[in-house]
């Protein structure tokens, strides 16, 4: 027997697993302009330095054109804006 999983649920469960790893979850709050190049960059800033970053700290993560701006609570760090305006 066999069947399929959405893309979303394929998502879903590998988050779960990261968790499970001791990853740390990364959610978007609203839908953003990144391509998944970028967002593999923002979840390896991440889980390399989540353990300097406290629990409700603010963070900043520079992507060459755009900055990428949310906060950790718990094992997830929100990402909450896009600067794409960098002056």
Do not use: C
């Not at 979303?8 to 839908?31: D, H, S, T, V």
């Not at 391509?35 to 991440?46: F, G, N, P």
């Not at 353990?51 to 909450?80: C, F, H, M, N, P």
């Amino acid at each position: 027997m066999s069947f399929s999983v959405s893309k979303e649920n394929q998502a879903l469960l590998r988050k779960i697993r990261g968790m499970e790893a001791g990853e740390p979850l990364i959610e978007f709050k609203y839908e953003v302009d990144l391509v998944e190049k970028q967002k593999k960059q923002i979840e390896q800033a991440v889980v390399q330095r989540i353990s300097q970053i406290a629990d409700g700290e603010s963070i900043a993560i520079y992507l060459g054109e755009k900055l990428v701006v949310g906060t950790r609570k718990g094992v997830t760090v929100i990402i909450e804006r896009i600067v794409k305006t960098i002056i």
